[in-house]
């Protein structure tokens, strides 16, 4: 649902509409009062089925469009609960190093979800502290950002890639959701920036990697492990994923914002 209220709200931006943002602010409100709930801290559950069970793939997405609402309507609500699953998700599932666990208490027995070492938790953390920062400027935000990014890129792609983490599915779009964020960092703290070398390294270093695994035909087809060709069948996620990392790159190499090239 939240995945769906940005791309709600994202599609007002692009059209001026007013109807998808009336749909983008509905879902929001359906989340706080289906979702939000004090278990573990005050945060948004994974679903209604398991209310108890929380984790940054709910509370990310729930970050971000509560930043960006705000930025439409400034109305009581949306920062203060957007900042408030921020500072659950920095509590209960960011280490030391910055690096960002998926969830918390799955089982129901307060145990943290270590051995889900994904991309998709990385970027939504970054994309998170962009958000809020974008409407609220707090340098420690963006430190946070920099640091998660950094540690992300160090322990998942040591060689410059990031391997495959899992089997198509909706786990062929997390590297996507790493990319998209990771956008969003570089047009905050500008290419030219130290903390910027080792995500462009990054981008570029898996890109090409990507394009010269990838070329079949003429075409390009991704696998979920881009330092080896496509093995079939394939899963349209695996694609986006890419379209995503090459849109970035793209964008690098024109020198343009990736939040102005719609990539938000």
Do not use: C
């Not at 109807?19 to 948004?44: C, K, Q, Y």
């Not at 971000?64 to 400034?74: E, W």
């Not at 792609?157 to 990031?162: E, H, K, T």
């Amino acid at each position: 649902m939240l995945w769906y209220a940005l791309a709600l709200e994202r599609l007002a931006r692009a059209t001026g509409r007013s109807g998808p943002l009336d749909d983008a602010r509905a879902i929001w409100e359906h989340v706080v009062e289906h979702g939000w709930n004090d278990t573990l801290g005050a945060s948004v559950a994974w679903r209604k089925q398991q209310l108890a069970y929380k984790n940054t793939p709910a509370n990310g997405p729930f970050v971000i469009l509560s930043a960006r609402l705000h930025a439409h309507d400034p109305r009581p609500g949306y920062l203060e609960r957007g900042r408030t699953a921020f500072d659950w998700i920095t509590r209960t599932l960011v280490g030391p190093d910055g690096f960002v666990e998926d969830g918390i208490n799955r089982e129901g027995d307060g145990r943290v979800d270590t051995q889900w070492r994904f991309t998709y938790n990385q970027g939504l953390y970054v994309g998170a502290a962009v958000a809020l920062d974008a409407v609220v400027p707090d340098q420690d935000l963006v430190d946070r950002a920099v640091r998660t990014a950094t540690t992300a890129l160090r322990e998942l792609a040591p060689d410059g890639v990031v391997g495959r983490e899992g089997g198509g599915g909706d786990e062929g779009l997390f590297k996507g959701v790493l990319y998209r964020y990771l956008g969003t960092l570089l047009d905050r703290i500008g290419h030219d920036a130290p903390e910027a070398a080792p995500i462009l390294d990054f981008v570029r270093t898996s890109t090409d990697l990507l394009a010269r695994t990838g070329r079949r035909d003429g075409n390009l087809l991704a696998g979920d492990d881009w330092r080896r060709p496509a093995e079939p069948p394939v899963f349209y996620s695996t694609q986006l994923s890419a379209i995503m990392a090459l849109e970035l790159r793209a964008a690098v190499e024109a020198g343009v914002r990736v939040t102005a090239a719609g990539a938000r």
